[in-house]
């Protein structure tokens, strides 16, 4: 495990336990502290590492929680529809700036004001999910970090093919309500049919889903990919316990999926993201606009490897993809 994995890891877990609701009294609240509004669609501890790194570098340029800055959370738990209450929270309160977890967070801050800053730390197509006006000039109150990259689901299918050589039926999870969640579907069925790989999507919408989804799998089930969202990173463990029940392995886009047990994860590294978010945040405090400050695209990509699940599921990795590898779990 990298050292800086290992860090966040154990900070994670503190962050955790401190993301819970409680308001602070009127006399935290004074002009001396700045408070910042950080709102997600999954729940807290499955992205506590993330959160941590936010915490961790926003901490280093001078931010500290109970002294400058107050860090109040929300979390909706794979329940899109609270995300709107809890922005229009913040914009009542006219706090001095919102963090956003991803796409949907974002669209529901955004519906929310028009004037407080907004910084996503994760987020799909910014301009054709009418956040920004375009990358270079987002135009708005809204500014942050990309994880878009269009040939991702492509390249995550190769990958899955370099493990299982005879790959031609596979079973996709994904959550059709997620607005990330179509484009990576239509690159996914068009790599698939260019592989010659019959793809079966299975929609999740809740949790409660996910249990009969894999009562539908067919037998012939070779793998399963999972579309990532909020919900399904929420649900990872359950949808690891029963894919190893079932001997399928899976295909993630990050690593907090194959720590929970996955077999491979392979996209942008979103504590890297939660990091370079801070950032922001800090220029924005500091009196820099979000309208002039350029959507920044995925600088890391990460490819990541279970030993222990291939172990489990019997299988063996190419030895010129771990060599490939930016983490293997043992």
Excluded: H
């Amino acid at each position: 495990m990298r050292r800086r994995a290992f860090i966040l890891a154990l900070g994670g877990a503190a962050v955790a336990a401190s993301m819970s609701w409680p308001c602070p009294s009127p006399a935290q609240e004074n002009s001396q502290r700045r408070i910042i509004g950080l709102i997600g669609a999954s729940a807290p501890a499955a992205v506590s590492t993330w959160v941590a790194a936010f915490v961790e570098r926003i901490r280093e340029l001078g931010w500290i929680e109970g002294r400058n800055i107050t860090i109040e959370y929300r979390w909706a738990e794979g329940r899109f529809d609270r995300l709107a209450g809890f922005a229009a929270e913040f914009a009542r309160r006219d706090i001095d700036i919102i963090v956003a977890e991803g796409t949907v967070a974002t669209v529901a801050a955004k519906q929310a004001t028009s004037t407080i800053p907004i910084v996503f730390a994760i987020a799909g197509d910014p301009v054709a999910n009418q956040l920004v006006a375009s990358l270079v000039r987002p135009g708005g109150n809204v500014t942050g970090l990309s994880i878009q990259a269009v040939d991702l689901a492509a390249k995550r299918l190769e990958l899955l093919r370099e493990i299982l050589p005879g790959l031609i039926r596979l079973a996709v999870m994904a959550n059709p309500a997620s607005p990330n969640v179509p484009p990576e579907l239509d690159e996914l069925r068009s790599t698939a049919r260019m592989l010659g790989i019959q793809a079966s999507v299975f929609e999740i919408r809740r949790a409660d889903e996910i249990a009969p989804a894999f009562e539908t799998f067919k037998t012939s089930t070779q793998a399963l990919y999972v579309v990532p969202d909020p919900l399904m990173l929420s649900n990872r463990a359950a949808v690891n316990t029963a894919a190893l029940a079932r001997r399928l392995p899976t295909m993630y886009a990050y690593r907090d999926y194959v720590q929970a047990g996955g077999l491979v994860g392979y996209g942008p590294s979103v504590p890297a993201n939660f990091r370079r978010a801070a950032e922001f945040v800090d220029k924005i405090l500091r009196g820099a606009k979000p309208a002039d400050m350029p959507v920044e695209q995925p600088r890391q990509f990460d490819l990541v490897i279970n030993l222990k699940t291939a172990k489990a599921l019997g299988l063996t990795i190419p030895p010129t993809l771990l060599a490939r590898a930016d983490e293997v779990i043992e």
